[in-house]
T-cell receptor, first 114, second 115 residues
Framework: EAGVAQSPRYKIIEKRQSVAFWCNPISGHATLYWYQQILGQGPKLLIQFQNNGVVDDSQLPKDRFSAERLKGVDSTLKIQPAKLEDSAVYLC????????????FGPGTRLTVT | GDSVTQMEGPVTLSEEAFLTINCTYTATGYPSLFWYVQYPGEGLQLLLKATKADDKGSNKGFEATYRKETTSFHLEKGSVQVSDSAVYFCALRTPVDTGRRALTFGSGTRLQVQP
């Protein structure tokens, strides 16, 4: 079974530029998460999708971050415009239907904003 | 809100030493508790879990017991190996009717095992 795929793996941009990250979850997984992991901290939720609907985006900075999950499969996270404090690893995770207790994480995209 | 507190690292041990990484939590209701591990260059992986009080999660020689009375979920291993060198994250999830299932993570503890 293929794991969660993310791209790109690394991205360097200047502040005020825009950037997009892509995630392909494990096939059949209904729930998809985007987490932000700042260096030295644990991951923090940005947004949770159930199929193609948003369940929780309470911690997403909506003035600059947006995310979508068209057709309930792949997802894209965008930042526009980026700030220095957005430098972090962006993790995508997916979870199967039913009473699962495991989230499967992708390798992450490391973003550096200069 | 929910929170997880882990001991700060790095924790440096010699091979075959005993490991304890402390984790305490604050949560409403009765959370499920997890330990995730991140090996160098790899993504987060579930190491073990416990879903109710007094449950013991175990995997790969690691154990943790869900202690409701002390709100703790300490990770232990009797004899560490160099291959256990990684960052370990304690996490919780509180069941809610809205379907929110995101994990709340601690800040992570880096373990370095020397031969």
């Amino acid at each position: 079974e293929a794991g969660v795929a993310q791209s790109p793996r690394y991205k360097i941009i200047e502040k005020r530029q825009s950037v997009a990250f892509w995630c392909n979850p494990i096939s059949g997984h209904a729930t998809l998460y985007w987490y932000q992991q700042i260096l030295g901290q644990g991951p923090k939720l940005l947004i949770q999708f159930q199929n193609n609907g948003v369940v929780d985006d309470s911690q997403l900075p909506k003035d600059r971050f947006s995310a979508e999950r068209l057709k309930g499969v792949d997802s894209t996270l965008k930042i526009q415009p980026a700030k220095l404090e957005d430098s972090a690893v962006y993790l995508c995770a997916s979870e199967p239907r039913g009473p699962s207790y495991e989230q499967y994480f992708g390798p992450g995209t490391r973003l550096t904003v200069t | 809100g929910d929170s997880v507190t882990q001991m700060e690292g790095p924790v440096t041990l010699s091979e075959e030493a005993f490991l304890t990484i402390n984790c305490t939590y604050t949560a409403t209701g009765y959370p499920s508790l997890f330990w995730y591990v991140q090996y160098p260059g790899e993504g987060l992986q579930l190491l073990l879990k416990a879903t109710k009080a007094d449950d013991k999660g175990s995997n790969k020689g690691f154990e943790a017991t869900y202690r409701k009375e002390t709100t703790s979920f300490h990770l232990e291993k009797g004899s560490v190996q160099v291959s256990d060198s990684a960052v370990y994250f304690c996490a919780l999830r509180t069941p809610v009717d809205t379907g929110r299932r995101a994990l709340t993570f601690g800040s992570g503890t880096r373990l370095q095992v020397q031969p």
